[in-house]
């Protein structure tokens, strides 16, 4: 069996200052972008209509620009706050979702003071 690769795929990715392998299905693709776990990864894929067997090459420029601003706003896209890694925040009291940098920073952040 082989695998018919298509014109516009692309082997890597660059989302979120983060080099995601375009082989891989999407929803495991973009656990390689820090803060993003499978089950958060499945959900924005479904948020944003994106079939979960389609290889992360295989998304075009509009797809990618939708994951990025689900994963970025997802209290905006209905996505619950349970599900979110940064459960009312110390300084602000807020909820939201780190990724990639921002994690660190924020990380850093609180083991600072």
């Not at 973009?30 to 499945?42: E, F, M, S």
Request: charged fraction near 30%; aromatic fraction near 6%.
């Amino acid at each position: 069996m082989s695998l018919v690769i298509p014109e516009k795929f692309q082997h890597i990715l660059q989302v979120l200052n983060t080099n995601i392998d375009g082989q891989r299905k999407t929803d495991f693709a973009i656990t390689a972008i820090k803060g993003v776990g499978q089950r958060y990864a499945h959900v924005v894929l479904r948020k944003a209509d994106i079939d979960l067997t389609k290889r992360a090459g295989e998304l075009t420029e509009d797809e990618v620009e939708r994951v990025i601003t689900i994963m970025q706003n997802p209290r905006q896209y209905k996505i619950p706050d349970w599900f979110l890694n940064r459960q009312k925040d110390v300084k602000d009291g807020k909820y939201s979702q780190v990724l990639a940098n921002g994690l660190d920073n924020k990380l850093r952040e609180d083991l600072s003071g």
